[in-house]
């Protein structure tokens, strides 16, 4: 009854769960790294390290809140919820960016990575 939070829920929970305990060594194509993504404008980067937890408590954290969220997605039907996740991700993904540079240009401070998930 709720398609889009069943697959948000398994798919990058699969990936994350894979890169953690088997494939370590890929990890770090998936860091969410903002400097790759302002600099040579990779922006995978953006759409991977903000979906795929490269920790198990944060992947297990963002398992129990999507979840929840189907009782949303039952109700607002599935085409409106992923449009609203899809407006909230660009938002935030937005957010970030500035964020990050105004802490740049403002304290001076380089933030070169952020967690990811």
């Known amino acids: ?3 889009l939070s069943k697959s948000l829920l398994i798919v990058p929970s699969a990936i994350s769960i894979l890169l953690t305990l088997l494939f370590q060594h890929y990890q770090k194509f998936f860091a ?3 400097q790759a993504v302002k600099e040579d404008f990779q922006i995978w ?11 198990l408590k944060d ?13 949303f997605e ?8 992923s449009s609203f996740l899809l407006g909230a991700w660009m ?13 740049q240009y ?11 998930g």
Do not use: H, M, Q, W
Request: charged letters at 20%.
């Open 45 to 55: 980067r953006l759409v991977c390290g903000r979906t795929i937890c490269l920790d």
């Open 74 to 81: 039952r109700r607002y039907g599935s085409r409106k919820f």
């Open 59 to 71: 992947t297990f954290c963002s398992s129990l809140l999507i979840y929840n969220f189907r009782i």
């Open 32 to 34: 969410y790294n903002l």
């Open 106 to 116: 403002i304290f001076g401070i380089t933030i070169n990575s952020l967690p990811s």
């Open 91 to 103: 938002l935030s993904a937005l957010f970030d960016l500035l964020l990050v540079e105004i802490t």
């Open 1 to 3: 009854k709720a398609p």
